[in-house]
């Protein structure tokens, strides 16, 4: 089985540092985190993703997790170490209080070809 062909349009906003991250949308929001030892340690992008396609079809947690990996290979080549899912965010960033966010990324409009 193949992954399916991906659209997407995006927009990257200057995050705003004062907020709790992911307080936006929280339960749409997807994160990439930056490797350790790395200059973008200890940061994460926020990617919002909308629950549906452009036609109306809804988007199970394998495309998202799809669309969020293409969005962090064409932001970031292989610069970035991992993708997490809203249920995965306290585990993986929120417990850490030493991260901060790089990026806030909307994705407005989704479109998948089998």
Known sequence: MTAPTLSYAATLAEPD???RPGGR???RSWFITFGFGKPAQSTFTEV???DRTD???????ETKRELVRRIALDLYGTAWAFHYGPREAQQAIWRFPG????EHLTVTSV???E
């Open 48 to 50: 919002v993703l909308p």
């Open 99 to 102: 991260m901060r966010i790089r």
């Open 25 to 27: 949308s929280e339960s």
């Open 17 to 19: 540092r004062h907020a």
């Open 111 to 113: 479109e998948v070809y």
């Open 55 to 61: 036609d109306g079809t809804p988007l199970s947690d």
